[in-house]
């Protein structure tokens, strides 16, 4: 009904318009059907509500365990698509439905790293807080059983920040 109260509003002007043919001149049977349809109209158009297409997600669709299967760099030129062997970086992300998370992440320039904290989402964002306070957010996308973050990554030959986006694939 929000999207079409113009339409309401006609219909039940033509209604209250025409009640007086509608009192003397219509017989009674094609008085009600009018009624009828009147009212089915306005039931009709209060159940096209516009749809929220990008509702606000919960969360419990990024509940289990995410291992990184591509990673995307916007530079300058364009697109590069890595896996994570190319870009020197492997992740595993367990993200529990007690919305604790643990990470495993290995680059070829530092090693291994671990990582446990709390997790939330709002607005499709995923924001991860660590066991040691620090806080990220990350825009995510799921499609099926892959999910985007972006994310960003410094060009070491320019400094420059380059958008990035990780992509897993949930095991």
């Not at 219509?26 to 516009?50: A, D, E, T």
């Not at 991860?128 to 996308?141: D, E, H, L, M, V």
């Not at 960003?152 to 920040?161: I, N, R």
Request: aromatic share 8%.
């Amino acid at each position: 009904m929000e999207k079409y109260p113009e339409l309401v509003v006609a219909a039940l002007t033509i209604f209250m318009q025409n009640k007086y043919i509608m009192e003397e001149q219509m017989p009674s049977l094609k008085r009600y059907f009018l009624v009828i349809l009147v009212v089915s109209i306005i039931i009709l158009l209060n159940g096209c509500k516009k749809d929220d297409s990008n509702p606000t997600a919960s969360g419990d669709e990024l509940v289990g365990t995410w291992v990184l299967t591509k990673v995307i760099v916007t530079a300058p030129q364009g697109k590069i698509n890595m896996t994570p062997q190319e870009a020197g970086l492997t992740m595993t992300v367990s993200l529990k439905s007690d919305r604790t998370y643990q990470q495993t992440q290995t680059t070829t320039q530092g090693g291994q790293t671990f990582e446990n904290g709390t997790w939330s989402v709002s607005n499709n964002t995923l924001t991860a807080k660590a066991a040691s306070g620090n806080t990220q957010s990350f825009p995510y996308r799921v499609t099926g059983n892959t999910l985007q973050l972006d994310t960003a990554t410094t060009d070491p030959s320019t400094g420059a920040l380059l958008p990035m986006t990780l992509e897993f694939t949930k095991q």
